[in-house]
C-alpha cells in the first residue's frame, strides 16, 4: 500500500464525507472512492495509481476552477498539500501558491542581460498580478473554509 493510500485511508475514517484532494506534483489527485465522484462529477478521466487503487485529478493551475465547482456542487474538501500543515483558507492558500510563481518569476530573471525597459513591463505585470490577488476580480473563492 502506498504512502498516499494509507494517508487517504487515514483521513477517510476521521471523516468519510469530505473529498480529499492530494497535491501531487503539479496535480490535484484523489483517489479510490473520491476520484470515482470527481470522475461523475466533472467528466475527469479515472487511471490507476497501481493496480488496486484507482486516481482521478486535474492540473495544479486549475485549482481555482475546481474549487469554485465544488463549492458550487456543495462538496465537502480538504486539500492535502505537504507544503502546508493545515490549509484553513483556500483563498489565501490560493494567493500563496500565486506568490511563490510571481516570486520565482522574479528570481528567474537576468538582471545582468536585461535592459531598462524589459525591467519596467516585467515589474508593471507583477503589479498588476499582485494587484488581481488582493482586489480580484469578481469570480475567485472568497476564502469559504470546507
Known sequence: MSKLY??????KQKDPNKLYLFKNGIFYITLSEDAKILSNLFNLKL???NENILKCGFPTHRLEYYLKLLEENQ?????IDENYEK???YQDYLNNLNLKAITDKILS???DNITYKQAYEILQEIHAQIQDLYHPG???IHGRNQ
Open 6 to 11: 494509507l494517508k487517504y485511508s487515514n483521513l
Open 47 to 49: 487511471t490507476n495509481l
Open 75 to 79: 462538496i465537502s474538501f480538504e486539500i
Open 87 to 89: 490549509i484553513e483558507n
Open 109 to 111: 530573471i537576468d538582471f
Open 138 to 140: 469578481g469570480d475567485s
